[in-house]
């Protein structure tokens, strides 16, 4: 079947090359759909932390939605939490060997401090260290959690955009955020204002629909 339906093809090329020379054929390919990054919201963190709540993953969850990378926090040790302080300047890799190994942040703007709850700060002295597991196993944790609660999908790193996010809607302004996630340019914050547009955006379509409904039909 498929050898008849190419050579019908083939055919058909020639008999339009030989007969109609001039002939132009011309295609409209469909618009491309342009699909914005999903940036998790305050209710899907919130289940997710209830979701980890005494388990290894709550601190680093935790730490992850105060703007930590998940290499920083997996080379964090309770000596680097001073009150509720938390002083970054490592972070666990993958070396040339594909051995995890502990070096200096990347750029000068990853070395920052942070403050975090002075509860999560007690947790960490308390039982004596941040994190004991695989990097890669923080990530399958939030992926099954994900998939359990039924909320989008997105990658561990997500849930700094929404540090970023939520510290935007606070009034913090765009340079002490910067400062707090450890971000060389404001990339990162041309996406949370993007995706604030957006928001705002679908939320003025649904308030005129709404008052196009009362109008007519109360």
Known sequence: MVVIFLSTILFDAYVLSTFYPNLKV??????????????????????????????????????????MRRSEICALKPEDVVGDVVHIDKALV??????????????????????????????????????????????????RIEQ????PKFPLHKLRHYFASEMSALGVPEADILRMGGWET???????YRHSMIEKEEKAKRDAADKLRDALFN
């Open 26 to 67: 011309c295609t409209t390919l469909p618009q491309r759909v342009k699909k914005e990054p999903y940036t998790p919201s305050q209710e899907d963190v919130k289940l997710i932390l209830a979701e980890v709540n005494g388990t290894q993953y709550e601190i680093p969850i935790t730490l992850a939605c105060y703007g």
């Open 94 to 143: 993958l070396n040339e060997n594909k051995e995890w190994v502990v070096k200096t942040t990347k750029t000068t703007e990853s070395t920052r401090d942070i403050i975090i709850p002075a509860e999560l700060a007690q947790k960490i002295h308390s039982q004596g260290y941040v994190y004991h597991g695989h990097p890669g196993s923080i990530t399958k944790c939030l992926e």
């Open 148 to 151: 359990r609660l039924g909320i």
């Open 186 to 192: 404001d990339h990162v914050m041309k996406s949370v």
